[in-house]
């Protein structure tokens, strides 16, 4: 294949005292506690598993142990906890023995480079778009997306159904060797479409104010902790997130006292991920909070570090402070990751000042090594949208390492910081 860099791409590497050099503490003080880099993986739906029975192939196994660093995240790409939360026949289950197996393999393959992996639980709510027969839409309420089918509101006992289902499907992820589960509620899906009134309007416990609409994630979570403890994991929010016309008029109503309730609930909570109030789907944006809103993660991230900032006028205030936080301690554990618009030549200021672990889809998909890449300071290959979720191979594992390009005849000449 032929390697390309772009030479915009060529940058130093960051300084040695930098925080973006420095791991962190995942599960700080228990018994799961882990070092961790600040690069990781986000989770990257492929389409590539295999059709029928939604298992992961062999060529997933070499995708991921490519990905795979010492110390180094992954979140697997976004993965159905049962048969009915599905509706794209390649992306990949974790609800049977064929799954588990072909997981298996690949947690075996990114522990066998050090790194860990933590699987994405999924499900589609009203973003099914029926392109797998037998599987109905359900969502909390009867909302449909433009191009989708309406959903079907659902009943107290599909409520318990999903609830256990996410159980199970942890109790799987165990048993596939995964490190921990991240509950998916970001970017308008199923528990994504609960906490938010744009697509819940339910008058049953499960309704209303922030506590009901929080009530499935909050009996989500306890499904999950239940197998593999608070410190092994975390959730993804995305509190700004417009995609599959999500987006509250006042995102911190919910998102605050719903991020303090985690903190509150679980002490130990291991870890949440939050999208960054910026587009990253191309799609755009047709949706505004209310004015006067500043859209950013600093708000939650004080109240994950425990810190009072109630003497601000609003969360948009203390946002406009432009604080900075200290990584996590042993009384407040749980780690802050974000994604979404963080490059090579952004994500050390940007540690910096946040200490979280920045999590990083798209030029994942185009280097292999990008923690190494970013830490040496190598060039950085650019994405090509094409191959995002075409089948097979390319674009998928044909992706070089710096080391595999660098051998390439026409990057000879590339002077590279070393
Ligand atoms: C091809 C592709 C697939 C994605 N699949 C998922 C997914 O399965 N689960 C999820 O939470 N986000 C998914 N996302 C969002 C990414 O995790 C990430 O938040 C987004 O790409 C922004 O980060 P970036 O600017 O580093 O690419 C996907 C994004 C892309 C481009």
Known sequence: MVATVDAVNQRSSPRPDSRLLKTVKLG???????????IAMAPLTRFRNTPGTQAPTDLSVTYYQQ?????????????????????????????????????????????????YIYLQAWALGRANAGQQEGVETVAPSAIGLKDHPVPREMTTEDIDNFVKAYGVAAANAKKAGFDGVELHGANGYLVNQFLESVSNKRTDAYGGDWQG???????????????????RIGVRLSPWGRFQDQLEEDPYATYIPVVQEIVKRYPKFGYIHFVEPRNWTGIPETRFPKEGIVESNDPFRAIIRGIDISSYSSPSDYAKTNPSFEDPTPEHPTVVISAAGHDADNVEEFVERTGDIACIGRYYISNPDLPERIFKGYPVR????????????VGYIDQPTWEEESRAKHVENVAVQP
Not at 382 to 393: A, E, L, N, Q, V
Request: hydrophobic letters at 30%; aromatic letters at 10%.
């Open 28 to 38: 700080a003080g228990s018994q799961y506690e882990k070092e961790i880099h600040r």
């Open 67 to 115: 990905r795979a660093s010492p110390k180094g995240l992954i979140v697997n790409e976004a993965t159905f906890v049962s048969a009915e939360a599905g509706g794209y026949p390649t992306a990949p289950g974790i609800h049977s023995e064929e799954q588990i197996a072909g997981w298996k393999k690949v947690t075996d393959a990114v522990h066998s480079k050090n790194g």
């Open 213 to 231: 609409r929080s009530k499935f994630l909050f009996r989500v979570l306890d499904e999950l902790i239940n197998v593999f403890g608070q410190e």
């Open 382 to 393: 650019k994405y090509d949208r094409s191959t995002f979720y075409s089948p097979g191979p």
